[in-house]
């Protein structure tokens, strides 16, 4: 199943210690390039959140935001006495040195760090849940991609059939495009070809015929056509294969622009051209 690069998930929990939210975006990127941006006491779970990543993801630019937000009881706070009277020793002395220094008030005082003591939630607990969170986040992510790609997929399939019929109409006027061609060859070689043998000539025609056949280039379109399709099938990640198909489509359809002698063929390669390049820049989302 093909899968895009690009998508967004979120998850939160709400907890009696506190909540947590984390949210997880990829977008398009040549290899797998995952960022984090985690909370302070929560850090040590990078590590842990990278490797899963890696076994889920193969592409694509990954940022993952992880916030906390503790519960706060203010009946559990309290005052370190022994900092607070160390903090008076220290006020104490800073007045004494500069007598008409501003002394702060009450609420900042409390502010001063390890004043006011706030019990904290278990922080173990608290990982716990943020790993289940983003197992559940990444599984919301994998998911999307999933879906995304599906949409991509059908896409490309489109442009295939519209391929496929292009590939069809040249076929259709090949009788046509020989007959032109022939016709031209003798008016370029009327000019240049004096008292040249019969015979010789007309070997000289089926050579310059046969160079401009397009035959080829039709049989190498409809077989590229039906890999880009066997790999939208293919389980695992088909980006860069699918890439490289649509460089391989490319080429046979400016060869077969080359090779145009009718107003009809130059337009069926044209029409080809454009349709490629929709489906390059599809694939350029795709894992």
Known sequence: MVHSMTAFARQDHEAAWGSLQLELRSVNQRYLEP??????????????????????????????TLRFEPAVAEADMAVNSERLEALAVALAEVRRAVPGAPLPDALALLDHPGVLEIP?????????????????????????RAREGEKLAALIRQRLDAVNAQVAEVRRLMPEIRQRQRIQLLEQL???RADLDPQRLEAEILLLVQKADVDEELDRLTAHVGEVERQLEQPGPVGRRLDFLMQELNR???????????????????????????????IQNIE
């Not at 960022?35 to 490797?51: K, T, V």
């Not at 608290?126 to 990444?138: C, D, I, P």
């Not at 390669?269 to 820049?281: D, F, P, W």
Request: hydrophobic letters at 40%; one cysteine or more; a neutral charge.
């Open 190 to 192: 009327e000019t240049a």
């Open 35 to 64: 960022h984090f941006r985690l909370p302070e006491g929560l850090r040590d779970l990078e590590p842990l959140f990278r490797e899963t990543l890696r076994r889920r993801l193969a592409r694509g630019k990954v940022e993952c």
């Open 120 to 144: 904290g939630p278990d922080m173990q607990t608290v990982k716990q849940q943020a790993q289940a969170l983003f197992a559940a986040t990444l599984d919301d992510l994998v998911a999307g």
């Open 252 to 282: 046979e359809a400016n060869t077969l622009s080359s090779k145009s002698v009718v107003a009809n063929t130059t337009r069926c390669a044209v029409e080809l051209k454009v349709l490629i390049e929709q489906m390059r820049e599809q």
